[in-house]
């Protein structure tokens, strides 16, 4: 499935709708440049969860888990990791085969790590179409 929105507000609302139909158990891929929508698609789908908490990438800490939504929800940054093996030292593993859903920006990072049901979200800079446009790509979720 390929989506285009025309602002960040468009992006947040498709990755809302997206967030209402998510089950415990998935695992959420989003790749795509710096700037281009990572974190207003994490925030959107958090609001899909019903998550009250302010979402923000967590960029150093590199999960930050939310518990105040209809099902928990493990937001990765994996930007800095240097080799996929350093989430095994939070045990990621707890976190991908838990009841809850993973969101994991820069998953590029770890790819050898994601499971096979693992939706992937490409999202990508558009500017000879406007200054906000992005192309959304969904592979995985049907």
């Known amino acids: 499935m390929v989506k285009e929105t025309g602002s960040a507000e468009e992006t947040f609302l498709l990755a809302e709708q997206i967030g209402k139909q998510a089950v415990p158990g ?3 891929a989003l790749d795509g440049d710096l700037g281009a929508g990572k974190t ?15 979402v923000n990438s967590p960029t150093f800490t590199i999960v930050q ?19 996929p093996e350093e989430l095994e030292e ?24 994601l499971p096979e049901q693992t939706i992937c979200i490409r999202i990508c800079k558009m ?16």
């Open 65 to 83: 888990e939310y518990t105040t939504g209809k099902i928990p929800l493990y937001h990765f940054d994996v930007y800095r990791i240097e080799e």
């Open 26 to 28: 998935q695992i959420y």
């Open 90 to 113: 939070i045990g990621y593993e707890e976190y991908f085969f838990g009841s809850g859903i993973c969101l994991i920006e820069w998953a590029g990072q770890i790819r050898e790590l």
């Open 40 to 54: 207003v698609f994490c925030q959107g789908f958090a609001a899909g969860l019903e998550v009250r908490e302010l």
């Open 127 to 142: 500017p000879e179409k406007g200054q906000d446009v992005r192309r959304i790509e969904i592979e995985g979720l049907e």
